[in-house]
């Protein structure tokens, strides 16, 4: 459900290049946003339907087993990646922070009602 926090756990390693990759639906089933974590040697981050993947600091998230928890508010736009707690991302979309696409309002302001992974995503358990 909407404005929810969603934890996901993997003992998956940086450097090992597995991926969570979850994708969030409305209730037509339709996508309404994409968020994918690559666990990769410089590990990155990517809001789909926004903006080009990003850097992450490898020492937030070098635990072996992490517990990442998104959280996500509609009203505001604003979407929040923790990793054990630790803060790691907190973007508000808007026109200046979605520069890959010029449609990021027609994912992202629409009612979350489910979620599911992505046949990509190698690390969430």
């Not at 290049?17 to 994708?23: A, E, G, I, L, S």
């Not at 600091?57 to 509609?74: E, T």
């Not at 054990?84 to 696409?101: G, H, R, W």
Request: hydrophobic content about 35%.
């Amino acid at each position: 459900p909407a404005d929810e926090d969603l934890i996901i756990t993997t003992d998956s390693e940086v450097g090992s290049d597995d991926k969570v990759v979850v994708y969030f639906l409305n209730t037509e089933e339709d996508i309404t946003g994409a968020v994918m974590i690559k666990l990769g040697t410089s590990p990155q981050y990517l809001f789909n339907y926004c903006s080009v993947a990003q850097s992450l600091l490898a020492s937030q998230i070098s635990a072996v087993n992490k517990r990442f928890k998104f959280s996500y508010n509609k009203q505001t736009q604003n979407f929040k990646i923790y990793c054990n707690d630790v803060l790691l991302v907190d973007v508000t979309f808007s026109d200046e922070v979605c520069t890959s696409t010029g449609n990021w309002k027609t994912f992202w302001y629409d009612e979350i009602t489910k979620m599911y992974f992505h046949s990509a995503d190698t690390a969430s358990k």
